[in-house]
């Protein structure tokens, strides 16, 4: 079997690992996918086409079981999700067309690493300080808070304060949500179309960037952003799989162990939803994605300086973060479905 995927055994073990990770990260967060597998796959040598069109076609497999989950609980807002996926689409061939215009040139893995520090430290700079100014908001008074905010959004799923900015000004054609709030078709198609770039020079389902900018630019509630993000990430993975899969880059052995993994994963972690408050664990997310790319640097630092060593150290990095995180997950979902079992009656 594991001449047929050409992978070794431990190999295969350690891609099933690591797709249950991202598996409970894409089902959770609604993103989360492969902005881990991309850079992983660079630091264990492979190349940047294949990386990423392997990524790409695994977003696609864990999209499906996750969307499937929020579906579920109509979580998913279809209408918005199919008209970004016509701007994803779009930026995702701009995105790889220029990937492939840097492998001729020789500096295609040196451009996407280097992309990757950057945006991985901006999502996750936004992250971590989002989180910490609502743990500080609500931390004195969190019951007036909740009160305030469950009538209106249901359980605290408030249009943060930059998406109502952006939804003050109406340029038409203007377009009703699911979830009743409004915006404007011209920042749907910016927003896709920024993703689906993204998306396709990077290797990613883009949900680190697709779900915030749904959430903090489009203005939905956070929970049809996870469940929109999860559906436009299916598109947008077919998609993105098929582009690199013309060009047969994509490596079925490495995709299949991570769906193996995922496949469990994607639904634990759409299952956690239900149970765990995300403020718990989201400035963890933050800090993962800086420790990312931290992990980014120091493989592409590995490269410049000759130094094999700091490879191992930003692969440990890279899965240790992600571990953790996906341990905290599982650690709250398991608290939250005790308490809400409550203790067993004495006979």
């Known amino acids: 079997m594991f001449a047929l995927l ?3 055994p431990d190999l295969f073990a350690l891609f099933v690992v690591f797709g249950f990770m991202v598996g409970v990260f894409f089902g959770f967060f609604g993103m989360g996918g492969s902005f881990l597998v991309t850079p992983a796959l660079l630091i264990l040598g492979y ?3 294949v990386a990423i069109g392997s990524s790409m076609a695994f977003v696609f497999g864990t999209a499906v079981i996750a969307t499937m989950k ?3 609980s109509g979580q998913v807002d279809y209408r918005l999700g199919a008209l970004m996926f016509v701007g994803i689409a779009l930026g995702i061939e701009a995105g790889s067309r220029l990937v492939f215009g840097l492998e001729v ?3 295609a893995e040196a451009v996407v690493g280097v992309a990757y520090v950057l945006v991985l430290a901006a999502i996750g700079l936004l992250f971590t300080r989002s989180a910490l100014n609502d743990g500080d908001e609500t931390g004195g008074d969190g019951d007036e808070a909740n009160d305030e905010t469950d009538g209106e959004t249901g359980g605290g799923d408030e249009v943060p304060a930059i ?3 952006v939804q003050s000004y109406e340029v038409p054609p203007m377009m009703t949500l699911a979830d009743g709030q409004r915006a404007s078709l011209w920042t749907i198609s910016g927003v896709s179309a920024g993703v689906g770039v993204i998306s396709g020079f990077l290797g990613v389902g883009g949900g680190f960037v697709r779900m915030p900018a749904i959430y903090y630019v489009i203005g939905t509630s956070l929970a049809a952003a996870v469940g929109t993000s999860l559906f436009t990430g299916l598109l947008s993975g077919g998609v993105g799989a098929f582009t690199y899969g013309r060009a047969g880059v994509i490596d079925l052995g490495i995709v299949t162990a991570l769906l193996l993994g995922s496949a469990l994963g994607a ?14 664990v989201t400035v963890y997310f933050g800090l993962m994605l800086l420790v990312a790319s931290v992990a980014v640097a120091l493989g592409e630092a590995a490269a410049w300086l000759s130094m094999p060593v700091l490879d191992r150290v930003s692969f440990v990095l890279l ?3 992600a571990l953790f995180v996906c341990a905290t997950i599982l650690y709250h979902g398991a608290l939250a479905v005790r308490r809400e079992r409550g203790p067993s009656p004495s006979p």
Do not use: F, W
């Open 163 to 165: 998406a109502q900015k």
């Open 267 to 280: 639904r634990i972690g759409s299952g956690a939803t239900a149970y765990v408050d995300e403020d718990d």
């Open 319 to 321: 899965v240790g973060s």
């Open 105 to 107: 040139l020789g500096v």
């Open 47 to 49: 190349s940047a086409p």
């Open 70 to 72: 929020h579906h579920d």
């Open 6 to 8: 050409g992978l070794t």
